[in-house]
């Protein structure tokens, strides 16, 4: 394994291992960690960088939504890591560095597809960032940080957040305070009701939605608001 040639993925990264056996480790994916030869060490995978790297990745990035979003109370920033941390974001990192080619596993994993697996493309970035912190501390893993999380965290953040989560903290950004809904109109049926709530924030009109649950008319009028104000498509 010693033999492996990773500088490309290193110049992808932005930054060259002072100590290349923790990027080997960081890229040595479980399936492996049978694999050795009798006599052998056993091979160490990448399960303990990825262990470190969540913790890493979860102090990167609440520091981030910390000094970006100065008036936002906790409530408004958990949405938000939640969604930049989650293994899905994890996985579009690894493939916009190219992480995918440089994996090593057990030629049935690869067989199975592993290299474009969300989990296993999620491990091997939170274990390069562990390994980052350890080889260079923590700025060398926000080094790499910055070069994917930063510049798109809007876009992530935003695709696991709801309509009423999205405009209030549009509305907030925007000093305009929290949105307010209001029912203008409610009928059918106890079992089976329909409700109709508007979304008002000062200086613009209201917009309206509709739901059987009142909770449900809130999110079609904020999604209503979001969409007429081109804050989001309707394939958001």
């Not at 890229?27 to 399960?47: F, K, Q």
């Not at 470190?52 to 981030?64: K, S, W």
Request: glycine share 10%.
């Amino acid at each position: 394994m010693s033999d492996h040639d990773f500088s490309e993925l290193e110049t992808r990264l932005g930054r060259g291992f002072d100590n290349p056996s923790l990027l080997l480790r960081a890229l040595t994916h479980s399936s492996l960690s049978g694999g050795a030869g009798e006599g052998d060490a056993p091979v160490r995978d990448l399960e303990r960088l990825e262990f470190l790297g969540d913790r890493v990745l979860g102090l990167l990035t609440a520091e981030e939504l910390f000094r970006r979003y100065p008036d936002f109370e906790e409530g408004d920033l958990a949405p938000r890591l939640n969604a930049l941390v989650r293994k899905e974001t994890c996985a579009k990192a690894a493939l916009y560095f190219g992480v995918d080619r440089f994996i090593l596993m057990s030629e049935w994993e690869e067989g199975a597809g592993g290299r474009k697996k969300t989990a296993i493309l999620g491990d091997v970035m939170e274990a390069l960032l562990g390994a980052l912190f350890i080889d260079g501390g923590l700025d060398a893993a926000r080094r790499v940080y910055e070069r994917y999380w930063t510049p798109n965290l809007e876009a992530l953040a935003r695709v696991h957040r709801d309509p009423k989560t999205e405009l209030q903290e549009w509305s907030q950004r925007r000093k305009l305070g929290a949105p307010d809904y209001e029912v203008i109109d409610a009928e059918g049926p106890a079992h089976a009701p329909a409700f109709t709530v508007e979304a008002r924030i000062k200086g613009f009109r209201p917009a309206a939605g509709e739901g059987r649950s009142k909770r449900a008319a809130q999110m079609a009028a904020a999604r209503a608001f979001l969409v007429r104000e081109n804050i989001w498509t309707d394939n958001d």
